[in-house]
């Protein structure tokens, strides 16, 4: 097949395809076409030094979690092969995730952060290892992760060949660890550099038309999505969604969409009096079944001490409520690891006898704040997370703000939590309902 590459790459791209800079980080809003660009990027190059210097090297692809990259990087760089006309060229397995390159047996494979074992002793069984390509590099919120990764590419490159880590991401917030690294402190083996939507000729009309809205009635949204530029840890964390609230509002849940209802509760007060902390508190979110929209349907506050006679009642007294209004819908309850000092066998079993058969007891993953923030505002941006009847989380949500101290002594962003702000605990309640779709809810 004949093609002009300048044609399919477009504008922007020009210095990124030329450096041979051991790290390359593309800072970008949303429909930069970074991600594109990059796996044509290496599908071509892997083809070129075989072809032209007789060498092979060979590409892994990470991003924090493993399941997200058959419907990111993989159908990414399936695309790029299809684009190149060589598809005729390569074997892409329908189960499993690797690639190779028939006429040399170069592989790309690919790899989760999200198992740190998988990064140790990495070796391809033909060619040379030595490109890297990290997606959504925010997400790795700890350098000593990137460092593991950066460490466990060990092989010699034979010139013209060179080692090189490609970073995508999207500028969420200025605290993120790669931001002084890369950005602020940079060296000479590093190449950084920021695109945009308008460096993408190829956007459809209706969607720059979106960006344009944006740029009006979101401008701080539009900022980092649109422009690239850093969002910034101060004041409020959700600060587009406070400015609009109402925007997130549904009047009902279509039952037939629903998957199942999950309920996460924060223990917030302690047994006695001098472990008062701060509310307990339950949060119901119905997953529909796309695993795409959070309904936050309902909330309960427990203010004062849950001494464990009052324990049960509470509880379930909130689960019938809900199976009263949603008959017949699985129901999960997902708490905090400090809640086993009330999510005991004696309340399962008194949940078992009222009747109740279809609720599962089990302890939540408090996963990294960074990581749970970013969630929150991607779904609130998105209006996936939609509010019926929860007046006190949509208030949490509005009036959250960020540590500013402890943010920057450990060079993460940080939720305040030491109860100035209203209702802070129902937002742990709704982070612990859907954890255990997170993943999925992040693609």
């Known amino acids: 097949m004949n093609y002009y590459l300048q044609n399919i790459i ?51 692809v990470c991003r924090k979690w493993f399941n997200a990259h058959r419907t990111s990087t993989r159908a990414c760089l399936i695309w790029a092969i299809n684009t190149l006309g060589v598809s005729h060229l390569w074997d ?31 070796t391809v069984p033909i060619g040379t290892l030595c490109w890297v390509w990290l997606e959504e590099a925010y997400q790795i919120t700890n350098k000593e992760d990137f460092d ?29 660890w790669g931001k002084e690294t890369f950005f602020d402190k940079p060296t000479a083996d590093m190449f950084t550099f920021t695109t945009t939507y308008l460096e993408n000729e190829f956007l459809e009309p209706d969607v720059i038309k979106k960006y344009l809205r944006l ?9 980092v999505e649109g422009l690239g530029q850093w969002g910034h840890a101060a004041g409020l964390i959700y600060a587009s969604f406070a400015e609009n609230p109402k925007r997130n509002d549904i009047s009902e849940v279509d039952k037939k969409t629903i998957a199942y209802i999950s ?36 909330e309960t506050i427990f203010d004062g001490l849950l001494l464990p006679d009052k324990v049960t009642k509470w509880i379930t007294d909130f689960i019938v409520s809900i199976q009263s209004e949603y008959p017949g819908i699985r129901i999960e309850i997902q708490a905090e690891w400090a809640s086993s000092q009330i999510m005991n066998n004696n ?3 008194a949940i078992d006898d009222l009747g109740i058969k279809n609720v599962e007891v089990q302890n939540a ?15 609130l ?63």
């Open 148 to 176: 593991k990764l950066d460490f466990s590419i060990r092989d010699q490159t034979p010139a013209p060949l060179f080692k090189s880590f490609v970073l995508l991401l999207n500028p969420w917030n200025s605290l993120w």
């Open 215 to 223: 740029k009006h009635t979101d401008p701080r949204r539009y900022k």
């Open 263 to 298: 309920i996460g509760l924060d223990y917030g007060k302690g047994t006695t009096e001098d472990q008062k902390l701060g509310k307990n508190c339950m949060v119901a979110a119905a997953i529909d079944k796309k695993y795409r929209n959070v309904y936050a349907i309902k």
């Open 10 to 60: 477009g504008k922007g791209y020009a210095d990124f395809w030329r450096s041979e800079k051991l790290y390359r980080v593309n800072k970008g809003g949303r429909g930069s076409k970074k991600s594109r660009i990059t796996a044509l990027y290496f599908v071509y190059m892997i083809m070129y030094f075989y072809h032209v210097h007789n060498l092979k090297p060979c590409l892994l």
């Open 347 to 349: 309340l399962i079993k």
């Open 92 to 122: 892409i397995p329908k189960s499993g995730l690797s690639m190779t390159y028939n006429p040399s047996g170069q592989t790309i494979i690919f790899r989760g952060l999200d198992d740190p074992e998988n990064l140790t002793s990495i």
């Open 365 to 379: 993953y408090k996963g990294s704040i960074v990581d749970r923030i970013d969630l929150g505002q991607l779904l």
């Open 381 to 443: 941006a998105d209006k996936r997370l939609l509010f019926l009847n929860t007046p006190c989380l949509k208030l949490a949500f509005q009036s959250a703000l960020w540590d500013k101290e402890k943010s920057k002594a450990k060079k993460i962003p940080i939720r305040l939590d030491n109860g100035t702000t209203p209702y802070y605990d129902l937002l742990d309640c709704i982070e612990y309902a859907i954890s255990k779709q997170q993943r999925v809810l992040m693609r």
